[in-house]
């Protein structure tokens, strides 16, 4: 019996240093911390402040935790300018406008592959891979402390001059959301035109 009685005390002293002194102290930080607006029952995405979107904190992967905000702020604002400018462009070629001499009759839909087959797609590639590389040096620099803004390639912005900080800031905040709603545009207006085989509204 004293034998049983020493194991259990000394079982009980190896365990003893084990536990997490601060355990219910966290449990309780974590209850009280900043909750993200857009999902509140997950805590604030901390990356996001100073950026502009911080108000809706909205990053559920918490994937600012492992990737620099810069970095995908630029990414986010390159996807979202592309997108309008591709919903703009696949509605002009479905309302007739043509560019190139070889798009002549085909839809937006369809113009891909044949321009593939014709050829036309290489160049365009070789151009995307140059605007790319000179895209990477600017954002290299700027994960590095230049101190450039993401998605700032020094032109296209001197209609901001005459704006006041509140102004510049609330243009910006549209470019953003304008960009994330041509991204989900662009895909649903593809989806549609593919499945039912119509031009632009694409009902």
Not at 2 to 9: N, S, V, Y
Not at 17 to 43: Q, Y
Not at 82 to 109: F, K, N
């Amino acid at each position: 019996m004293a034998l049983c009685r020493i194991l259990l005390e000394s079982h009980r002293l190896t365990l003893i240093p084990f536990l997490p002194p601060t355990t219910a102290g966290k449990a309780t930080s974590a209850l009280n911390a900043e909750k993200s607006p857009a999902m509140p029952f997950l805590p604030y995405p901390a990356s996001l402040k100073g950026y502009l979107g911080e108000d809706i904190g909205f990053d559920p992967l918490g994937i600012s935790n492992y990737i620099p905000m810069d970095y995908l702020r630029e990414s986010e604002l390159k996807h979202g300018r592309i997108a309008m400018a591709a919903a703009a462009g696949y509605i002009a070629v479905d309302l007739g406008i043509i560019v190139h001499p070889l798009g002549a009759g085909l839809t937006s839909a369809t113009a891909h592959d044949a321009l593939v087959e014709k050829g036309v797609m290489g160049n365009m590639l070789v151009w995307i891979g140059i605007a790319e590389l000179v895209s990477y040096i600017a954002l290299a620099e700027m994960l590095q402390g230049s101190g450039r803004a993401p998605g700032d390639f020094g032109f296209g912005t001197s209609f901001l001059e005459k704006k006041s900080p509140a102004q510049i800031e609330k243009t910006k905040y549209q470019e953003i959301m304008n960009g994330r709603l041509a991204m989900l545009a662009f895909g649903g207006m593809v989806t549609q035109s593919v499945l039912f085989d119509k031009g632009f509204p694409y009902n």
